[in-house]
Structure formats: structure tokens, C-alpha cells
């Protein structure tokens, strides 16, 4: 493979210049009225400017920090390992082999790669140019790191529970409150639909899936559907933005031509597709063998 370098897409450097002069404005105006404060100003006033300048001092102080790092964002790979492109490669160059695990950071928008010993060796940030490509690239030469064949679970996490089943009691109770308590049905209304939209769709959400030796299980609460591997053609990584922000998902495409999103249970979604793609491989070797047979 020839040696290739991701550097920060000029977008996210600009958003992140505007983002500083703008943070930076506002700290020092806030700055100068606590310094020349109004003589009417009562001690309220005095707080809350005090909070917003703190707010904003530690936003401006981010993302500067942010700014400075841009040159350690850049990276480089070839055939033989990956390097941060402000080292020379003799100096940071990091193994495929070397790379045992990585955790993937949705919030920090970066994945990180480390270790047998749980040491973090480099960040592949999601602002990165072409990150398409580096992420097939990634995939491609450390998965032959990963060779998970034993069956695995995902559940919802407990963060998913509390909000929609938070909502299913919140919104009956607030009906509740303006139906039957004050009679008061225009007000009503919207508890009344938010109820059945929250209960509806949380019913309906996958909340967990097995993946056994042949095939895969999705369970709702009243639903259970299988996915033989057999009938699994490809499982894809892909990436899509979501509130200005790049996630990683899985597209699984049937042998009909169907494919769908598999949920995302877990905050892993490499360490997912490595385990997954390992089970249908090894089903499909299984299969081959019996065939031959």
C-alpha cells in the first residue's frame, strides 16, 4: 500500500477559528463589565456576568487548545504501520501488528488505538480528510488483529431505558394532571400524543441482540427476528453525520438485495463489525465444508 497522510479538513479548521474569535470576544466583553461594572448593576447581574465569562474563558481556552493540536491531528499509514505526519515515520511509526485494542469516543469524535498492555499508541480523529478511506484502510489492516468467533450479546444501554421509559410515565401523568385532575382538554392534547409517540416507539426499539454461532436475533419487547449468516451477503462500516457530528454504523446487506442499519447498542461498533464478521466467515467456512463433504 502506498504511504497516504489525512490531514484536518479545512472545514472543521475554520469552524474551529471562528468558534475561538468568537468565544474570545465574549470573554473580553464580559471581562470589561465586571472590570467597569454599572453602578445600577445589582449583585444578580454581578453573578450571572461572572458566570457566562467563566463559561466562555474555558470555551476560548478549548479551543485554542483544539488550534494547537491541529498538527498532531494529521496522520500518516502505509502498508507497514501508521505514524502521526509531524513525526518522521522512522520516529512514530506504529505497527499493524502492535495494534490489540481501540475504543471508540462518539462524544471526543476520535478513535483510539492501543496496545496489548492497554497503552494508547494514537488518535484517528473523525475531522480527518478522507476519513472514508482511512477507516477502510484502518479496518483493513488490523483486522487481522481480531479474531473474535465466539457468540456475543448487545443490550441497550441503561441511558436508552431511563429516557424513553421516562417518558412513557412523564407524559401519562402530565395528561393525567390536565385531563382528569383540571378538565382542561386543549392542554391535554399534546400529553396525550407525546404518550403514545414515546410508548410506541419504545415498544418498537430493538433493545437487545444475540449473535450465536448461525445466525443473528433482534428483540423488541413483543417482537424477535432472526438473520441467518447464510443469507448475510456483506456487513459494511459506514459513517454518518448527525448534529454536526461523524458516527460510525453498520449496514448489513441481504443476499435478496435488502440491507438495513444494525442498531447501535454499543458504543463499539468496530470491535461489532471484527466479531461479526468473524461469526459469518466462520459459518460460511463451516457450510463450504459440509458441502465439500
Known amino acids: 500500500m502506498n504511504m497516504q497522510t489525512h490531514n484536518v479538513e479545512k472545514k472543521f479548521k475554520y469552524l474551529t477559528y471562528g468558534a475561538f474569535a468568537f468565544f474570545l470576544a465574549v470573554f473580553i466583553l464580559t471581562v470589561y463589565i465586571l472590570m467597569f461594572p454599572d453602578s445600577e448593576k445589582n449583585s444578580v447581574q454581578i453573578i450571572a456576568t461572572i458566570i457566562i465569562s467563566s463559561t466562555f474563558g474555558l470555551l476560548t481556552y478549548f479551543s485554542l487548545k483544539t488550534i494547537l493540536s491541529f498538527k498532531k491531528y494529521d496522520i500518516s499509514l502505509d502498508g507497514v504501520g501508521i505514524w502521526r505526519s509531524y513525526q518522521s515515520k522512522g520516529i512514530g511509526l506504529i505497527k499493524w501488528s502492535e495494534i490489540k485494542i481501540f475504543r471508540e469516543y462518539q462524544y471526543l469524535q476520535k478513535i483510539q488505538l492501543l496496545n496489548i498492555k492497554n497503552e494508547k499508541l494514537i488518535d484517528i480523529h473523525y475531522q480527518l480528510s478522507n476519513f472514508s478511506d482511512l477507516r477502510d484502510k484502518l479496518v483493513e489492516n488490523i483486522e487481522p488483529n481480531f479474531n ?30 390536565t385531563f382528569v385532575l383540571e378538565m382542561n382538554v386543549l392542554y391535554a392534547i399534546p400529553p396525550f400524543f407525546c404518550t403514545l409517540v414515546f410508548i410506541f416507539v419504545y415498544t418498537r426499539s ?44 453498520l449496514l ?28 459469518i466467515n466462520k459459518n460460511k467456512a463451516y457450510t463450504n465444508t459440509i458441502e465439500d463433504d
Open 148 to 177: 473474535h468467533t465466539e457468540p456475543f450479546t448487545l443490550y441497550a444501554p441503561l441511558t436508552f431505558h431511563l429516557f424513553w421509559l421516562g417518558g412513557s410515565i412523564a407524559w401519562p401523568y402530565l395528561f393525567y394532571q
Open 252 to 279: 448489513v446487506i441481504m443476499n435478496n438485495g435488502d440491507a438495513f442499519k444494525l442498531p447501535k447498542l454499543s458504543s463499539n461498533v468496530l470491535e461489532t463489525y471484527f466479531k461479526l464478521t468473524a461469526l
Open 206 to 249: 430493538i433493545i437487545k441482540i444475540t449473535f450465536d454461532e448461525s445466525k443473528a436475533r433482534s428483540f423488541t419487547f413483543f417482537k424477535k427476528e432472526y438473520y441467518p449468516y447464510d443469507k448475510i451477503q456483506e456487513v459494511k462500516i459506514q459513517d454518518d453525520s448527525e448534529d454536526g457530528s461523524r458516527f460510525l454504523m
